[in-house]
């Protein structure tokens, strides 16, 4: 398939599919005749699988490293167990982050009764940074 094919198959844009060939996710494909690139369906299962990689935010490091296991089947996997358990615990980490956030937001939110800006309990909230949960 021709790389408008591949980009239509698997929802990826057509720059995005020549960046991931440039530093190497996906393998330089096949030429034809007539000097167009042909992609075969194990370009479209590694495009699949970096797509869906990505879209768990894996970094492109993390998604080179579980590749380059991908391609050695014989190995163990507890590399992929420690790439994708560190994942976790930074995505949990974040969550975290973002539950405070969440509560420091709505704490300032409800502290809002409308009004003139310069009697806005919102404005005051932000300018205490003290007062925050998340204060550093």
Do not use: W
């Not at 929802?11 to 060939?21: C, D, L, V």
């Not at 990689?53 to 490091?61: M, N």
């Not at 994708?84 to 409800?110: C, F, N, P, Y």
């Amino acid at each position: 398939m021709k790389i408008g094919e591949l980009s239509r198959a698997t929802g990826t844009n057509i720059e995005t599919i020549r960046y991931y060939e440039r530093i190497g996710l996906l393998p330089e494909p096949d030429r034809t005749a007539a000097n167009y690139r042909s992609y075969g369906d194990a370009h479209r299962s590694r495009l699949a699988f970096v797509r869906h990689s990505r879209d768990l935010g894996f970094t492109i490091e993390e998604i080179r490293s579980l590749l380059d296991l991908s391609d050695d089947p014989g190995r163990d996997c507890s590399e992929a167990d420690r790439i994708a358990s560190r994942h976790l615990a930074q995505v949990e980490d974040k969550i975290a982050q973002l539950t405070l956030l969440r509560d420091e937001l709505a704490r300032i939110v409800g502290r809002c009764r409308g009004g003139v800006a310069a009697d806005c309990r919102v404005i005051e909230a932000l300018g205490d940074h003290g007062g925050c949960a998340g204060a550093h």
